[in-house]
């Protein structure tokens, strides 16, 4: 079982920039990719960004250029540096573990709100 810890929502003005954190309790030999998935009021949850166990990333076209996927590994740590933030990025995000062939593992969410 790994437990997600999410860190670093909160209300900011567009244009503005947050820091979202992610620590897993462990990193198995399973892991695929962790990442970003985000849900905002009646919609579907969809991907952010995602950091593959290799290095690789992969972002949402709605943040390429605005968003900044990295990892930490000693930390078992994942970061989102959003920049310029705009009101439609207002939902929850959801840190998400994906692994190989297995069921993914998902955090509680952290509200971010874009407002002025």
């Known amino acids: 079982q790994v437990q997600l810890v999410e860190s670093g929502g909160g209300l900011v003005q567009p244009g503005g920039s947050l820091k979202l954190s992610c620590t897993a309790s462990t990193i198995s030999s399973s892991l695929k990719a962790m990442g970003w998935y985000r849900q905002a009021p009646g919609k579907q949850r969809d991907l952010v960004a995602e950091?593959?166990?290799?290095?690789?990333?992969n972002y949402a076209d709605s943040v390429k250029g605005r968003f900044t996927i990295s990892r930490n590994t000693a930390k078992n740590t994942v970061y989102l540096q959003m920049n310029g933030l705009k009101p439609e990025d207002t939902a929850v995000y959801y840190c998400h573990y994906a692994r190989w062939g297995m069921s993914a593992y998902w955090g509680q969410g952290t509200q971010v709100i874009v407002s002025s």
């Open positions: 950091i593959f166990s290799n290095g690789i990333t």
